[in-house]
């Protein structure tokens, strides 16, 4: 009985853990890929000094960027595109004057011929015009799409450059007071005579480094924001950026996102252009097939003082060019395509799964350094150092313990930046944001 009870429970744990994978990649199936970044940001018109979000960048970008103003204008260009495309052929008017002049008496002899004719186009060719407007308008529109992803990629990367930066000189800073607090410690024990003078140059030394790492990471800071503040045509560094804190828990399952590597930025390409050159086939189809041309018009026939009508249709005869060149080259890119989006795909699947396993690698160093080594190095030093005021230790041993303390705390820095780095070149690939 209690067998029974047990694997009844499974079963119905199992159950639910297939529905939920169900509705998780249902959920993820329905993303709307490649829709515009920069909507839904916040209301920001100038950087605030204290703390700026990285909405409020994305604000300031998309109000600002020439970048993003150009991909709206050549949206708008599109609409021309598809009104020309709509259009009928004009109506063409013709007069003629016959035979005056010469051994004739001026135009008392001529023949006037008026006509007014007016091309029909068959087969679908209008409509098929529009399909194909409508085809390289998505195309533009999708380009837009793409350099709309890439500076939205690029506020992302520049935003996090800055707060790395920051973050840098904040440890700098703090590296710099520790290097100083060692060195007047050597400095006091020198002169009471319990240390060498080398362990007091060995302290100026190593503070004369923190302040010089300090210096550097002001200036890259500076250089940072001015990238950042560029994208909204703008010079100014006299900001600073509230970075949310990295969601490292949020990256243990990426596999839900592979649904939409058939949607990732080569492959959506591939299947507009498929889309525009079947457009194209059909229209190169159509125009293979004959129009008709009907005419009307009258005739004067001055010596007679006589006028008739005339009317009639044109059709040309398609003998020789009936567009089969053009419909076969169409058909064989169309070909073509099948076997660049199958390799597309895999080059695809082959980025993702490389983006995902150095993200794997990135996130489990990081949580080691943070929960593990990090606190370890630092209680080291508190330990060292307080071994050392004591006059028990030599100086070599502390400043390894220094320095790997500072290290710990730029390396846990760095991968903080390379994990959201990681998580740009994913969204650049499948066209969403991840928060």
């Known amino acids: 009985m209690i067998v029974k009870l047990r694997i009844i429970i499974l079963r119905i744990f199992l159950l639910g853990f297939t529905l939920f994978v169900i509705c998780v990649s249902e959920s993820i199936a329905q993303v709307v890929q490649w829709k515009n970044p920069f909507e839904n940001t916040s209301n920001a018109t100038s950087v605030s ?44 008017f013709e007069i003629v004057a016959e035979e005056f002049g010469g051994s004739a008496s001026g135009f008392r002899e001529s023949e006037f011929n008026i006509t007014l004719s007016q091309e029909f186009e068959l087969w679908g060719k209008r409509g098929n ?18 350099a709309n992803f890439d500076i939205y990629a690029s506020v992302v990367e520049r935003f996090f450059d800055v707060a790395h930066a920051q973050k840098r000189v904040g440890l700098s800073q703090e590296a710099s007071e520790i290097a100083k607090s060692v060195a007047e410690t050597a400095k006091t024990r020198v002169k009471k005579g319990a240390a060498l003078k080398s362990e007091f140059l060995l302290g100026e030394l190593e503070l004369g480094r923190a302040q010089l790492n300090l210096a550097e990471a002001e200036s890259n800071l500076i250089s940072a924001k001015e990238r ?19 969601n490292v828990e949020s990256l243990a399952d990426l596999d839900k996102y592979l649904v939409l590597i058939e949607n990732s930025r080569e492959v959506t390409a591939l299947n507009r252009e498929e889309n525009t050159i079947k457009a194209r086939l059909n229209l190169a189809q159509s125009n293979g097939k004959p129009s008709v041309t009907i005419t009307g018009g009258m005739k004067r026939l001055e010596v007679d003082n ?38 597309a795909i895999a080059d695809a699947e082959t980025e993702f799964k490389s983006i995902q396993r150095r993200l794997t690698q990135l996130v489990s160093r990081y949580s080691s ?16 150092k307080s071994v050392y005021d004591s006059g028990r230790m030599s100086y070599s041993f502390l400043l390894e313990s220094q320095r790997t303390l ?6 846990v820095n760095d991968i903080d930046l390379a994990i959201r780095k990681e998580i740009v070149s994913l969204e650049r690939l499948l066209g969403v944001t991840i928060n």
Request: charged fraction near 25%.
């Open 129 to 146: 015009r529009k399909k194909l407007a409508n085809s390289v308008a998505d195309l533009i529109k999708l380009d837009v799409s793409f």
């Open 228 to 246: 950042l503040s560029s994208l909204w045509q703008d010079s100014r560094s006299d900001f600073s950026v509230k970075a949310p804190s990295a």
């Open 306 to 343: 006589a006028n008739t009508f005339r009317i009639g249709a044109g059709l040309p005869l398609p003998f020789f060019n009936r567009n089969q060149g053009s419909t076969a080259s169409l058909r064989a890119s169309i070909k073509a395509l099948e076997f660049e989006r199958q390799r």
């Open 406 to 411: 500072v290290e710990l705390r730029f390396e």
């Open 49 to 92: 000094k204290d703390s700026l979000t990285l909405s409020e960048a994305l604000s300031l970008v998309s109000r600002a960027n020439p970048g993003l103003q150009a991909g709206r204008a050549r949206i708008k260009a599109t609409e021309g595109l598809i009104t020309q495309a709509g259009l009928r052929p004009n109506p063409k």
């Open 369 to 384: 350094l943070r929960t593990s080594l990090l606190p370890k190095a630092e209680e080291t030093y508190r330990s060292l």
